[in-house]
């Protein structure tokens, strides 16, 4: 299928088995998935929000595509591997019931490689022919694919749920959506400007007041939003005021630190040094809760994730 992408980084991409589902959007199987299968280890989401990990698909209608280059990502950026494209031209959108039909299809065939193993768990094989929920992350940004909105309704109109991951530098976008996302999150990797250009390297203009008029979004949506902190160590796990001056203004249901993985393409870029502990993100969190007055709620030590709320729990969505 044609795409605006040299065939070089499609081939490379599916190597490293992204799905493609159209011109422009994929899905990935997901490390949990496999655990979950296997080995009856289930992701931080389903501890947290009840989201059931085997039902999960893991995808972004935004595979080429970003605001930002953040020194963190797994995703394949312009000039990784020698391939260049530019990353904010941006396609004509397939529809969003193609983009979810071709998901659901790139799911069933990541699945069917589990139908024959025998240690996998067949009662939750069964259950994760009918996926439920889409986290729309992955990689890209996906607020830069137009009918974002739609693209929810149509996985609401599904019966599935709907975890949206955005880097919040594209605010316009937000503020018109059609329909809310089940949860909200927000990518604040940055407690201020001088780190937010270091660590993301924005690729537009104004990005950082962008970001900032997002966080000033937030307390208009009715879904929970989270604000996710992607911590590296020696990068960004400081400046604890600037960072509870942000949440301050998001006023966000929860707040998530979690741990840079070196994995994917990042590891051209970070090394396993700039990884921490859970230890190191409990402390962050810890750090963040006394700034904030948000109280720590649960944590994934598997995951490297802690989760803060002033909620006593965190809402669930998906339990039986």
């Not at 947290?48 to 039902?55: E, L, R, S, V």
């Not at 590891?267 to 007055?293: D, W």
């Amino acid at each position: 299928m044609e795409t605006l992408v040299p065939s070089s980084l499609v081939k490379a991409l599916r190597k490293q088995r992204y799905h493609l589902a159209g011109r422009h959007s994929a899905v990935k199987r997901c490390k949990w998935l496999y655990e979950t299968l296997i080995h009856d280890r289930p992701c931080y989401k389903q501890k947290f929000y009840g989201i059931k990990t085997h039902q999960c698909i893991q995808m972004t209608p935004a595979l080429f595509y970003c605001t930002q280059q953040c020194l963190f990502c797994w995703r394949a950026q312009s000039g990784d591997l020698g391939i260049t494209w530019d990353e904010m031209k941006l396609p004509v959108w397939d529809s969003p019931e193609d983009i979810v039909e071709g998901s659901i299809k790139a799911q069933l065939e990541i699945l069917s490689g589990y139908k024959g193993n025998p240690k996998t768990n067949q009662q939750r094989f069964k259950e994760a022919l009918t996926p439920k929920h889409a986290a729309i992350s992955l990689t890209g940004e996906p607020t830069l694919y137009k009918p974002i909105g739609e693209l929810i309704q149509a996985f609401h109109r599904k019966g599935f749920t709907t975890f949206l991951v955005s880097n919040g530098t594209v605010p316009s976008a937000l503020a018109k959506l059609s329909e809310e996302p089940t949860q909200l999150y927000i990518s604040v990797c940055a407690p201020d400007e001088k780190t937010y250009k270091y660590v993301s390297r924005p690729q537009i203009p104004k990005a950082w007041e962008k970001i900032n008029k997002t966080l000033g979004l937030l307390p208009s949506f009715k879904c929970p939003t989270v604000i996710r902190i992607t911590s590296v160590r020696g990068l960004n796990m400081k400046n604890i005021e600037g960072y509870a001056k942000l949440i301050g203004k998001a006023g966000s249901t929860y707040i998530e630190p979690k741990a840079y993985m070196h994995i994917g393409f990042s590891r051209l870029r970070l090394s396993y040094e700039n990884m921490p502990s859970h230890r190191e993100i409990r402390e962050f969190a810890m750090q963040l809760a006394e700034e904030t007055g948000y109280n720590i709620i649960d944590e994934s030590k598997e995951s490297r994730v802690v989760l803060l709320s002033s909620l006593e729990k965190p809402i669930r969505f998906a339990d039986d």
